[in-house]
């Protein structure tokens, strides 16, 4: 087993994401148009609302989260959405693949389109809304990014567990996670205005303490981002294991075939 | 060592109500550099079968060696070894037949020059040079088909498993396919696993046959002795002019079955051989115009099998 070898099983799903987005025109609304709406409409929001530069900032920091969030754990979920919408998820596992591969291969796609958001959305927040994206200094945006790409990670994972436990319909229960998530972790408000029992909830995100952490920077209080970090880290070490332990499964009832028909 | 062994595979599928027992104590072995055939009708198992054997899925029960490894532990190393070309094959549908080749090959852990060079010959050796550049989804049934088969060759496995590899092919690929299978097996020397419904190809391909009914392996040995197991004849037909005792027919050593038309006898003979002479001197006194011989076939075997 060579180094390379390993290496090209991972990059096979950088290469295949790659390819299928480059040639299909939904990549260009996920890259661009989506995150556009998104950030123009709760930028325009803030001018109505005739809120001060801070809060801009606050609003921007989770609007410009959210896009990245969500391009880079489709990548992730397109490890099996791709491979379910041509019927080809056999090839990929009679294959000598794991699934550290591919969500490794699939994350670097994803790692690499959210980095492009990001900037487009930051250089557009800074043009529109005069919102100083590195106010905090070049690390902390890196750390921010590395923490919403792992999330994104566990998330994309949780799609491909619910498809390969439940079938072609599932990926639907999935996505609902971005919504509970994007409701609990203070996307567009603090958290503190949550009721109590979603409080204690939003402390198991690790969107919740990635957002304070970004923010702390604007003046927006403390923050607890090694913990956030770790409560990521715990939850992509805890979904990659389940991700096998679901591509088990699916070999023992026979959803392998299934999804392949 | 044989290349495959199996040992009471059992499958069953999740149902609605209850579960449904596809498999049922599965026992083979399957030696290495042997093409073995497994027959059986729609939804006999074969496609099951083979897709345990490939590790593609796990069986409930039973043990699986294949390549000398247990299969139900050591499933990474043996996947590195094998490689399976499934019948009604898809691939990613926006990729070309070259991006889903070259995909198919990095899952291999190919890479770099060897990588591209695989890639060429299974384009070559399949015909696909003019669709190098059509995304999958363009494709015709057959021209998917030789994708699937191009694949199936690109880490050079031990073990080839072909599910129906000419099913969709007009005659002529389907010609140059059994050909290439047969040249791939005898160059590399490998093993072939493979499931057909069209009958001369199993008689021209396989060493032995398997042959499945309803989950259950019904016959298992050369197409000879699957032939001579079954008793399944010669079939011999003599029309005839004039009047003949059909008793003497019947008591001809050999003669299995007889059946009598206006003008025509048929009659199905085991391999004893002598029958020819006896049955010219059972028509003394009538005229014969016309005998015939037709060696069984497969298709036969398969008839009988599958009641
Ligand atoms: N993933 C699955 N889930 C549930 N039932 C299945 C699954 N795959 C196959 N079956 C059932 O198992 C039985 C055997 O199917 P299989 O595909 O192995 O047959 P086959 O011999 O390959 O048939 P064919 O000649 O039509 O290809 C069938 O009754 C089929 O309905
Ligand atoms: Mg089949």
Redesign the interface.
């Given at each position: 087993m060579s180094w390379r070898g390993e290496l090209n099983k991972v990059y096979s799903a950088t290469y295949k994401n790659w390819i299928i987005s480059k040639r299909n025109a939904f990549t260009l609304f996920e890259l661009v148009f989506w995150p556009f709406i998104g950030l123009i409409s709760i930028g325009l929001l803030t001018r109505f609302l005739e809120v001060g530069d801070d809060m801009v900032a606050f609003v921007l920091v989770g609007a410009i989260a959210l896009s990245i969030l969500q391009i880079s754990q489709i990548d992730v979920a397109y490890i099996l959405l791709f491979d379910l919408w041509s019927k080809s998820i056999k090839q990929t596992f009679v294959a000598p693949i794991r699934g550290y591969h591919l969500v490794l291969g699939a994350m670097l796609f994803g790692v690499i389109r959210g980095v492009a958001v990001f900037l487009v959305l930051a250089a557009a927040s800074r043009h529109l809304f005069g919102f100083d994206f590195l106010a905090g200094g070049v690390v902390t945006v890196i750390v921010f990014l590395a923490g919403t790409f792992i999330t994104a990670a566990s998330i994309g994972m949780v799609v491909c567990i619910s498809i390969l436990l439940f079938g072609q319909r599932a990926d639907v229960a999935a996505w609902t996670l971005s919504g509970i998530m994007m409701l609990v972790s203070g996307v567009y408000y603090p958290v503190s205005i949550l009721p109590g029992p979603l409080q204690i909830l939003s402390k198991s995100i690790p969107l919740t303490y990635l957002l304070e952490y970004y923010r702390s920077a604007y003046g927006y209080g403390d923050h607890q981002i090694l913990l956030g970090i770790a409560i990521a880290l715990l939850y992509f070490a805890a979904s990659l294991l389940i991700l096998n332990l679901a591509i088990e499964r699916a070999r023992r009832t026979g959803m392998m075939l299934r999804l392949s028909e | 060592m044989p290349a495959l062994r199996a040992e009471k595979i059992t499958k069953s599928?999740?149902g609605l109500f209850k579960d449904k027992k596809v498999l049922f104590d599965i026992s083979l072995s399957i030696e290495e550099g042997e093409i073995f055939g497994i027959l059986g009708p729609n939804g006999a198992g074969k496609?099951?079968l083979m897709?345990i054997f490939?590790?593609?899925?796990?069986p409930?029960g039973g043990s699986l060696e294949v390549l000398g490894r247990d299969a139900l532990r050591d499933t990474?190393?043996i996947?590195?070894r094998i490689?399976?070309s499934?019948g009604n094959?898809?691939?990613?549908?926006?990729?070309t037949v070259r991006?889903n080749l070259?995909?198919?090959a990095?899952?291999?852990?190919?890479?770099?020059r060897s990588?591209s060079k695989s890639v060429d010959e299974a384009i070559s050796a399949f015909e696909l040079g003019s669709q190098s550049d059509a995304k999958?989804?363009t494709l015709s049934t057959g021209q998917k088909q030789r994708v699937s088969l191009a694949?199936s060759i690109l880490n050079r496995p031990k073990i080839l498993f072909l599910d129906e590899p000419t099913s969709g092919l007009d005659p002529e690929m389907a010609m140059k396919t059994r050909d290439l299978i047969k040249r791939i097996y005898q160059e590399e020397e490998i093993t072939v696993v493979l499931t057909t419904h069209y009958m001369p190809e199993a008689e021209e391909l396989c060493d032995r046959i398997a042959f499945l009914r309803e989950g259950r392996l019904v016959a298992l040995g050369t197409p000879a002795e699957l032939k001579r197991a079954l008793q399944i004849g010669h079939r011999i037909f003599v029309n005839y002019d004039g009047e003949i005792d059909p008793l003497k027919l019947r008591i001809i050593p050999g003669v299995m079955e007889v059946r009598e038309l206006p003008g025509r006898v048929e009659m199905v003979f085991d391999h004893s051989g002598r029958a020819v002479s006896s049955i010219i001197k059972a028509f003394e006194g009538a005229d014969i115009l016309d005998i015939g011989i037709e060696e069984p076939d497969l298709e036969d075997v398969f008839l009988e099998l599958a009641r």
């Open positions: - | 599928f999740r496609t099951t897709s490939s590790t593609l899925i796990r409930d990474h190393a996947r590195e490689n399976i499934s094959p898809n691939f990613p549908w926006s990729l991006e070259r995909h198919s990095m899952l291999y852990g190919m890479y770099g990588l999958f989804e694949k």
